[in-house]
């Protein structure tokens, strides 16, 4: 049976004095606050001048049916969900209460189980039409804003650099775990300034060879190799003018570093196969899921390059650091999805919510995104119930994340530190070190997320 934090009022309406006195009694049981009526006159009076969530009325009483309660529920504009009784084994009464507004019914004879878990369900489906109604309005006053969901304090960072930025031709490094958005804040950058009319070119460094890559970038002339039968234009060459997004930067041979160093300071390239040098005019935006200070400090990454690309950083933060925007992201992929696949999907159950909200999301937005549209694709009822693969996803996330073991321990450190709500002492004992190590290791912490 659902339990609330809030406790929520629930009108019942039936004649019979029995039932009225079982309900009350059962209703001690549970976080709901039930108030009876044997006279429906006197339960209106209530319903009119109280909060009420919930109303369950017998259709059958003297002086006033359920059918006439509910019109008189309805005409005062009143959206309460109402559960109608009928104890009759036609169910052509019931069905004109649902024509006219109410929610559900149930027919006698029940067991108060059975009530309560109608009860259940139709709060649960009310609590979610509202939120997602709320949701909704937020939706709407945040999409237009770089095309991306969020206005915490992370995402007010990034957004306030890509304003700044937007119309200024500098190159830019993104930084962010994989999924995280960085795709959708170089679009950002693009097309919300002045350069929107001109070429947006994406290029994935990891998924090519550095052949194929330099041949993409760069082109090549007629016969510049095997198979080159035409001349090809390159990438850098069709963008110029515009911006190019190179992601996963950090993927790059150290031999097409220097190629990349070239082109970026003399804004010029050279075909595969040519001799004459093409200038181009383009804005370079570049990612990467790795931090590249720490590969060039490691020597992993040329640190001419580094600084050529680091003349605006942005970082995009992980969807663990923003738990009180996965509503609203849920919400957007459900009515997106919905709509896809012409679903009747509403949102996710409570209990679902809870686990989706403390889930730590190592693949980001684009694993909550995946995981959306798979539940919604399979939906067979409005209200989504999350299956066993978020629980194997958790269990399996370190097989396929493949952490270094400092990434583990800081994972872990963070993860206890959470669970303990915040209390250094408890965490420190349940880690076996010493509440010096921890600040320390919570110090570095802070210093890796603000590089």
């Not at 006197?42 to 009325?57: C, F, G, P, Q, W």
């Amino acid at each position: 049976m659902m339990k609330s934090e809030i406790t929520q009022q629930i009108v019942f309406v039936d004649d019979d004095a029995k039932t009225c006195e079982l309900i009350q009694r059962f209703s001690e049981n549970t976080n709901y606050n039930c108030v009876t009526f044997q006279n429906p006159h006197h339960a209106l009076e209530y319903i009119n001048s109280n909060r009420v969530d919930l109303i369950i009325t017998d259709l059958r009483m003297p002086g006033m049916t359920g059918i006439e309660l509910l019109q008189d529920v309805r005409d005062q504009n009143s959206n309460v969900p109402v559960i109608v009784i009928t104890g009759y084994s036609s169910v052509d009464s019931a069905v004109e209460a649902l024509r006219l507004g109410a929610t559900d019914f149930i027919k006698k004879p029940f067991d108060m189980e059975e009530l309560f878990v109608v009860i259940d369900k139709t709060l649960q489906h009310t609590q979610l039409a509202q939120e997602n109604k709320l949701l909704k309005r937020q939706l709407n006053d945040e999409r237009g804003r770089y095309h991306m969901i969020g206005s915490g304090p992370e995402m007010q960072k990034v957004y306030s650099v890509i304003e700044k930025i937007a119309d200024i031709r500098c190159n830019v490094l993104i930084e962010g775990e994989s999924g995280s958005g960085k795709e959708l804040a170089a679009r950002a950058i693009h097309y919300q300034g002045e350069f929107a009319e001109t070429p947006f070119i994406v290029i994935d460094c990891g998924a090519l060879t550095d052949t194929l890559l330099e041949s993409e970038l760069f082109g090549h002339e007629k016969g510049a190799f095997t198979g080159a039968v035409q001349t090809k234009l390159g990438l850098l060459e069709a963008a110029s003018g515009g911006t190019v997004f190179l992601d996963e930067i950090c993927n790059i041979s150290d031999a097409m570093q220097v190629k990349l160093l070239r082109v970026i300071q003399g804004q010029q390239i050279l075909r595969v196969g040519g001799v004459q040098p093409i200038d181009i005019d383009v804005r370079f935006v570049v990612a990467t899921n790795r931090s590249l200070e720490k590969m060039v400090a490691a020597g992993k990454f040329r640190e001419d390059l580094f600084h050529r690309l680091n003349v605006v950083k942005i970082k995009m933060p992980p969807l663990r650091k923003r738990r009180d925007e996965i509503p609203l992201l849920i919400s957007y992929f459900v009515e997106k999805f919905s709509v896809q696949f012409k679903r009747q999907a509403e949102g996710f159950d409570g209990q679902s919510m809870q686990i989706l909200c403390d889930y730590d999301w190592p693949g980001n937005v684009r694993e909550l995104s995946n995981l959306v549209e798979r539940h919604v694709a399979l939906a067979d009822a409005p209200l989504l119930t999350l299956d066993d693969s978020l629980h194997q996803a958790a269990d399996k996330s370190l097989e396929i994340d493949m952490p270094s073991l400092d990434e583990l321990t800081r994972r872990y450190t963070l993860s206890v530190l959470e669970k303990q709500q915040g209390n250094r002492e408890k965490t420190a004992a349940i880690l076996g070190i010493n509440k010096s190590t921890l600040w320390r290791r919570l110090q570095q912490y802070k210093e890796d997320d603000s590089d």
